[in-house]
């Protein structure tokens, strides 16, 4: 995703600390002030960690992580595949 100089990146899948399957993603962009970053967690759909983001502007990225959970995710799986890279 790269809209309004917002650049969204993702890991592959992964476990956290209780063996759930989960997928990072990081959503940055230059502001006034430097690089404005927000960390948000699937299947929760929610942000974890930012700066330089308002409260409705982190509001509408999480509606942006639930609108497209099921896209992520499938990107998510591509790259946790080596085997799919080729």
Partial sequence: MQNDGITMTYSAIVRDK???????VSFERIGTL?????EGLIPECIITNQKGFSA?????????LK????DIMDKAKIISNPLKWL
């Fill in 67 to 70: 609108a497209n959970y099921e």
């Fill in 56 to 64: 409705e502007e982190v509001k509408g990225l999480e509606e942006y």
């Fill in 18 to 24: 209780d063996n759930k399957k989960i997928v990072r």
């Fill in 34 to 38: 430097g690089k404005e970053i927000a």
